[in-house]
């Protein structure tokens, strides 16, 4: 295996031996064993029987997950470790490993990955030794099922049935599993009850492998971002000219653009005022001049709920920062014409991509654009409010490559003294 491209960022921590676990588990003779050792035991396989994306579903006391054949870049894998569950994928020619997903928590307890366990088999109280197939009448057990191979419960509407045949070729047994869902088979088979093992992640730890670390300078930033209390400049693009547009003031209880230029800032804000009928989210506008501030409020909310966060995508709801382990050192000095003043770091991950383009919103500006990569330039000041955080956002667009910086500064001193009033008055909640 490759050396992990993370040994930079992360530090060593030690190993969780997978070995010397035990599995006491039902022996599967039958179509009815097997089916009652899914619902009981943690050791056995799903594997998809179809003409493409063929993969495992590998399950084990330690670790449980995706494994494909084909595509390493689909693998998806919970492990177990003594201090909690992490999370172990594949990006650019390696396997990375996530932070601790939740202390303490249990892989099969705290339920990471979909698994069978607890699920419903009374049906099988009328299945006679002899039988070899049984159609599923416990929707349970088919909601437990759909949810193992990637469908989710609102989904179970669209299963017509599921039959499930026990088969034996040799000392190999098997359960087929065949789904009818909106018409279209979906096939399973479940297999190596008890002596299921996962080689991606025995290699893995067995190399010194282990949870992601994460460095003091990912430590800060995600810390400035999730206190939601900080400035970004916003640029504009254009085919004759680009430059700087307007600023965005992003606080827990409001948000507020102002164009350059301007001197009137429009927003939202959340009231939690019942009683004298200021409850949820408002728009407002609000005039800068020599004499103060004069905000203005609409009389009645937008939104219901006060949550100004989560109406206005915040970029502290970035995938990435929780999810370090897609992202690189880059040590280039230049970024797309644009000269790192810090330490930076690098990240091309198509999930991440994909959730930062929707999170600012580039495809309603840029149609048609392209996400190739994000560019980190992180500037640490002395004082969490001199701190500068530079993302470049790298597109093709029009069939042209560019480079968008998109700046957050004042990580804690975004405050408007207008409008902190505005709340102050109408927050009685």
Known sequence: MKKSRLLALLLITPLFSLAGCKENHITVSDLKTGIQYLASERNYTFTYVGNSNNHDIIYTNNSIGIVPNNVPSATDIYIQHSQGVYRLRYNLDDYVSSEILSKGKSLWGDKYYPTMLGADVGFTSSIKSEDTSVKVSSKDFKMA???CIGYTSDQIVNVNSLNIAYRKSGDKQYLRFTLDYSGSQIIYDAHDFGTSKNSIVDEYVGNGGTYLTINDNFSTMRRLFKDNNFIQDIYYFGEEESGYAASAYFHP?????????????????ALKDKASGYYGTYYFQIEFTDQGARPSLLSKPVYDKPNVPEYYHYPSELLL?????FVYKWTNQDMGGYTRQGQGYYFNNQELLENFSNNFSMSENFSGQRPLGVAIDFVKGKTDDKTVIMFYYKFVYS???????IPFYNFGKANIAALDSIYNRYNKE
């Open 399 to 405: 069939g042209q490559i560019y480079v968008m910086p």
């Open 145 to 147: 099922f759909v949810k």
């Open 321 to 325: 920062f929780s999810t370090f382990e």
């Open 253 to 269: 209880n409001y948000y507020m653009s102002i164009y350059n230029g301007s001197n009137v800032g429009t927003g939202a804000i």
